[in-house]
């Protein structure tokens, strides 16, 4: 190839973007309403679908059950799978498509340097405005059963138009972020090849359009963050309110509750806990990555938050059997940082800690004082740590007995939404971002975190290294 030859890259779903990472990129997003997501190739094949095995499957199989529903229904599919023009395209906002039980969906074209890759096809959800089914469905059979319609519809995740739209909207930014990225390393790679042999002004040339194309992705990380944070923080008022209402039934405000109730109670409020605690982690990164994170570098002493925060999880580790302990070494000095920082970081540490343990294991924190090459500055810390002169320094562990992370996932678990195993990772909940938002703050205050073994020889250790404040 030389610089003369046009240059084609890949222009398909298929060559620009892996299914099982789009997976994991997008369950995240998924989870937060748990309706199907298909995203669907140019031809209208399915590239990949994320769908709740409990979701609403009663209620389609029902329509099927009768002719002429059944032929709706597929005019239906078939109008949220039909290309749009490229205006639309263009513009990339979701078009409602209302089913004739009352319920929605969603679709978006997906288009990218001028070709159209696919499209997104989001529900059906029932619009949080529609208690029941449309009377018309009831109407096209004397068999169908209208109440049992209006119950299966009933239990149809409920969405308003705003949310489904910003899920679509997130979902179509996250897929043509990967597909360019992937366009523009083949690009690249391309430009390598062709440059070999060919003149110097056209390299320069070449690699404009690179920084071009780099600038836009820039953006459209910048846009689903915007996006994160606006649906997160959507979702989290609600959710304030599902907790404060569990509360006061747990009170006995609305009725004394026998055990029964009081156990169903318990259960919408640690699901809804777990829920906040996951939009919380997103909106927090969000925040994070937008306003890039530059902590104050002021005296701590990490020894006191260490004892504080272990006390905090006393409750919790007694309900597992699992022992938790702080040892300090009272020779440490104080680290730079800041302490509300730093809190997070001990805080996330040791609930990932606990949360992989199993019963009567233990988790251990200590604080001891060490020496390590960091750089002078956060803001010198990328590319001089092998620059950086030995200085004294405050090592924080987190270590644990839990069921450990292989040495070939350690660099990838401070990564956004990675976990290491999806079998695992769903059995003890969580988004993946615990890790992620660690990694941030220590960034930001110009240490280093990493994964070594535990001493003990089960489980792991998370090791942060914090510059020691001058005495």
Known sequence: MSLNDPIAPPSTLDALVDPEALLAALEPLWQLSRCPLRVLR????????????CGPAALCQYVDAFELSRSSCEELVALTR???????????????????????????ELFLGGRSLGRVVFGPFRPDTEPAADPFFAALDTRIDAAFADREFSRMPALSAAQADSIVRGTRATIVALAAQSRD?????????????????????????????NAHLRELDRVKGNFLATISHELKTPLTSILGYAE?????????????????????????????????????????????????????SVGKLAREVAATFVP??????????????????????????LR??????????????????????????????LADSAEDSV??????????????????TGVGIPRGERDRVFDAFYQVDTGVARQF????????????????????????????????????ILPAAES
């Open 344 to 373: 997070q970081v001990l805080h996330n540490l040791v609930d990932n800690a606990l949360k992989f343990t199993p019963e009567h294991g233990s988790v251990r924190i200590v604080v001891r004082p060490t020496s390590a090459a």
């Open 185 to 213: 390393l083949a690009l690249l790679r391309a430009v390598h090849d062709a440059t070999q042999h060919g003149p110097a002004e056209e390299l320069v040339r070449k690699n404009d359009e690179l920084e071009r194309a």
């Open 316 to 341: 919790s580790a007694r309900k597992k059997q699992i022992r938790i302990d702080a040892e300090v070494d009272d020779s440490t000095p104080s680290a730079y940082g800041e302490a509300g920082y």
């Open 42 to 53: 140019a031809d209208a094949t399915v590239f990949i679908a994320l769908e709740d095995p």
């Open 429 to 464: 909940g969580g988004a993946g971002l615990g890790l992620a938002i660690v990694r941030r703050i220590v960034d930001a205050i110009g240490g280093q975190v990493r994964v070594e073994d535990n001493e003990d020889g089960v489980g792991v250790a998370m090791v942060v």
């Open 248 to 300: 006061m039934l747990s009170e006995n405000i609305g009725g004394v509750l026998n055990d029964e109730q009081r156990g169903f109670v318990t259960v919408i409020s640690d699901r809804a806990r777990q829920l906040l605690g996951m939009i919380t982690s997103i909106i927090e990164l969000a925040r994070m990555d937008q306003k890039q994170l530059r902590a104050a570098r002021t005296p701590v």
């Open 82 to 108: 039909a290309p749009r023009a490229q205006a639309a395209m263009d513009l990339g906002e979701p078009v409602a498509h209302r089913c004739f039980t009352g319920a929605e969906y969603r679709a978006s």
């Open 383 to 400: 590319g001089l740590a092998v620059l950086a002169h030995s200085r004294p320094c405050v090592e924080l562990r987190v270590s644990d």
